[in-house]
């Protein structure tokens, strides 16, 4: 499989969890808070794979250490989505947002491509002021964002 392949089975995979979610529950403050929506044990491991489905192919298409290394922080919410307990709670916050950075920066060093990164940065910034649940935007923002930078390369 190319990396255009891979890109595509992670959006995919982002797409077909969250838009089921957010039609029927509404956006979420975050997308790990989708994890407590869920009653059973089999629907909480949606969430699970959805880290999975996203990060293993995201690690794939970058094809370079740090954009492995930030695909596999993201897997440390695979490990801990529940965030009930402090060490739990500190990995998942520690994989996602490190993962994000290094994935931002990835795009920088790797690719050259600063500008796709401002643009997350400026959105990011409004979402923190304009928007309803802006963690969640700044998530999946980030994600099209490294998405479309990959595409790009």
């Not at 500008?115 to 304009?130: D, H, I, M, T």
Request: hydrophobic letters at 55%; proline letters at 4%; charged letters at 10%.
């Amino acid at each position: 499989m190319t990396n255009t392949h891979w890109l595509i089975v992670a959006v995919t995979v982002f797409l077909l969890y969250n838009v089921p979610i957010a039609l029927k529950w509404g956006i979420q403050p975050t997308i790990s808070y989708t994890y407590n929506l869920f009653r059973s044990r089999v629907a909480k491991s949606l969430f699970s794979w959805f880290i999975i489905g996203i990060s293993l192919p995201l690690c794939i298409a970058f094809d370079k250490p740090l954009g492995v290394v930030a695909g596999i922080l993201l897997m440390l919410d695979f490990a801990a989505p529940a965030c009930k307990h402090k060490l739990q709670s500190s990995l998942h916050v520690f994989g996602a947002y490190v993962g994000v950075l290094l994935g931002m920066a990835s795009l920088i060093i790797y690719f050259h491509e600063w500008y796709l990164v401002a643009v997350w940065v400026v959105f990011s910034l409004c979402a923190l002021k304009y928007l309803k649940n802006p963690t969640y935007w700044i998530e999946t923002s980030a994600f099209f964002t490294v998405v479309t930078g990959l595409l790009i390369k």
